[in-house]
């Protein structure tokens, strides 16, 4: 596994309440002058594929990490190694991401993070905000129609207040076991010692017509000729190293106060053409929240299961639980994978079952779904949407012929809401991480920027997110319903990031940590990663490794290349329109499982992308 001997930090109790003021300021200067004992060294760095490049997949039997780059995976393994919780080394992938992977996350965008000790679930948001000047006008033009997706997203008027650094704060407070000083240590190195340009960041880079449009991002990026630096080019964020350097010392203030603070807004304010109502009260102000995890049952093999995900503002796991739950009511289950020349691959059947119950769900997320502090849930309640009766009801209307579009239920019970559906609208970005520390702490954590290098807006070398686009661009529908996830201040934008634990019913023990990339088609992707490994039996990578599918509520959309003619007609013969396409997902998953007799971890991570799975 690349282990390199790293000495065994003594673990650094922290309080698990929130701190002070006083007290925050005595734990950070104690984190930032600590002499730990961890030494942080530098991997081999790779140049894989940026393309489609098989992966092994992997065992080990104490803990494991998974992120979306070798380098964030080998910082995340190097902490635990050193005794790091779960925790400390998320904070020290997602501090590497946001360097070697910068077109996806980084400490300018937001985060869910899930986390299970053993006996408490909790949910940390790190959600971005709208600021408190914005408005449900935020995305309309001057003749009152919604502004061109792309036109939205470069400049200021699309940036959010970030959440990941706060957020990661507080899961720290209460879970972290190595200084949080520390834990910036990977990432500050290799933004002063320079990493090498991977294969996906060249071709993202190259094929992007908007980064050079801030000459921050232009000078970072590209060559004095403009052109996107080549793959091996050592890159160096001494910027970035710095910002880094002062988080690690003052903790989240060094981001959301002070220099850096006045860095963001004014990029975001006096942005030429497209400027944003960012102001230093909104970075300020912006807190984290913890919420209750949204956990259901799920039953395969006649074994009980526990699916936790993230509640709203995130649609994932309502979305995820819905699909798995109304395929609990057709014949999915006895439609077994079948073999092609290119492997195990889903059937027509089944992919027809699987489709009509994504529209289902699709129709409920946007009719329903947005921040709870705005929006209720329908019948009091966001279960209601997952009630075994409401999904039984909703899986009645599954025919032999496609639905193509599906009506939105009415569940717990309610009346019809006043709300308008919101309209389908482009989503993009994101990584995920999935890791089990040494005491079996799971966490799954899903981070973005949105769209691919998010506003275009480069401040203090790292960049700014898109986020507020994921809100509905039109406030309310033709006849005047306001739509659930407009924009509002304060507000945060409705989400299909859905990192999931996995637990054993009766056990409580914990039995899978997965999630993606990927926009809307996140959902898409866990659910297929959840269904391949509990219902069909497969290893994480086996399930990650099947060809994509889902639909977002019109289409049923298939990964190009991927499926026989024989499915696709079979699909179109059953009234689906049917499209093929591009599925880039960036899957990462951990699994309970044995090896050679023994207990272990077996991981998986996508063959679409560079990631890797580490640990002993």
């Given amino acids: 596994m690349g282990a390199r001997p ?32 961890f030494s942080y060294t530098v991997p081999e760095q790779p140049e894989g594929s940026s393309g489609y490049s098989a992966k ?15 380098l964030a995976t080998d910082a995340g393994y190097q902490i635990l190694k050193a005794g790091g919780s779960a925790v400390d080394a998320a904070i020290a992938v997602q501090m590497v991401l946001t360097l ?18 053993g006996q408490r679930m909790q949910a940390f948001d790190g959600r971005e905000t709208a600021p ?12 009152g129609k919604p502004l061109p997706f792309p036109t939205a997203v470069v400049g200021g008027r699309s940036v959010g207040v970030p959440g990941t650094v706060r ?17 910036f240590q990977p990432a500050i190195t290799l933004a002063e010692q320079g990493f090498k340009v991977s294969p996906r960041l060249h071709t993202l880079v190259r094929s992007d017509k908007y980064l050079k449009l801030d000459p921050v991002a232009a000078a970072y990026f590209f060559d004095s000729r403009g052109e996107a630096w080549p793959v091996g080019h050592v890159l160096r964020n001494p910027t970035l190293a710095a910002v880094l350097r002062q988080i690690a010392a003052q903790g989240s203030r060094a981001l959301h106060e002070g220099e ?7 990029k975001v304010q006096n942005h030429p053409t497209n400027p944003g109502r960012m102001t230093l009260q909104d970075l300020a102000g912006y807190q984290p929240r913890e919420r209750d995890a949204l956990c259901h049952d799920w039953r395969v093999h006649e074994r009980a299961l526990r699916l936790c995900g993230f509640p709203p503002p995130s649609s994932g796991a309502i979305a995820v639980g819905q699909i798995l739950g109304i395929l609990d009511h057709t014949p999915a289950a006895s439609l077994p994978l079948q073999d092609s020349p290119q492997g195990p691959l889903p059937s027509a059947d089944w992919l027809h079952l699987y489709t009509e119950a994504a529209r289902l769900a699709f ?32 899986a009645r209307l599954i025919g032999p012929q496609s639905l193509q579009t599906a009506p939105a239920g009415q569940p717990g019970g309610a009346q019809r809401t006043s709300f308008a559906p919101m309209p389908q609208q482009p989503e993009y970005g994101t990584s995920h991480i999935s890791i089990i520390d040494a005491q079996g702490h799971a966490l799954a954590m899903t981070t973005t920027i949105e769209d691919a290098f998010g506003a275009r807006q480069m401040v203090q070398g790292f960049l700014l997110n898109n986020e507020l686009t994921d809100f509905s661009f039109a406030p309310q529908d033709a006849q005047g319903r306001k739509i659930a996830n407009r924009v509002e201040p304060g507000k945060r934008p409705r989400s299909s990031m859905a990192p999931t634990l996995v637990l054993d019913q009766a056990t409580g023990q914990v039995l899978m940590s997965a999630g993606s990339p990927g926009g809307a088609l996140i959902i898409h992707y866990t659910a297929k990663t959840l269904y391949g490994v509990l219902q069909w039996g497969l290893t994480p990578q086996q399930a990650i490794a099947l060809p994509n ?17 024989a499915t696709v007609q079979a699909l179109r013969t059953r009234g689906a329109e049917v499209r093929e396409m591009n599925m880039t997902s960036g899957l990462q998953a951990i699994t309970r499982g044995q090896a050679q007799g023994q207990p272990a971890w077996l991981g998986g991570a996508d063959p679409r992308r560079e990631g890797v799975v580490m640990g002993d």
Wanted: a negative charge; proline letters at 9%; aromatic letters at 8%.
């Fill in 6 to 37: 790293l000495q065994k930090t003594p673990m650094t109790s922290l309080p698990a309440s929130r701190l002070g003021a006083l007290a925050l300021a005595a734990w950070l200067a104690g984190c930032a002058h600590t002499s730990a004992p």
């Fill in 56 to 70: 092994p997949g992997w065992t080990t039997s104490r803990f494991a990490v998974a992120a979306a780059n070798p």
């Fill in 100 to 117: 070697v992977e910068p077109q996806s996350s980084g400490i300018g965008g937001g985060a869910f993070l899930l986390h299970y000790d």
């Fill in 132 to 143: 408190a000047a914005a408005d449900e006008k935020l995305f309309l033009g001057p003749d």
């Fill in 167 to 183: 957020m990661l704060e507080q899961a720290h407070r209460q879970h972290g076991r190595l200084p949080w000083a520390t834990l």
């Fill in 260 to 266: 850096v603070a006045q860095a963001i807004v004014q």
């Fill in 363 to 394: 129709a409920d997320r946007a009719q329903y779904v947005a921040d709870p502090d705005f929006v209720p849930a329908p019948g009091g309640d966001w279960m209601s949407l997952l009630d075994p009766a409401y999904l039984a009801s909703r």
């Fill in 549 to 565: 599918f889902g639909s977002l509520g019109g289409p049923t959309l298939l990964e190009e290349q991927r499926f026989p003619a």
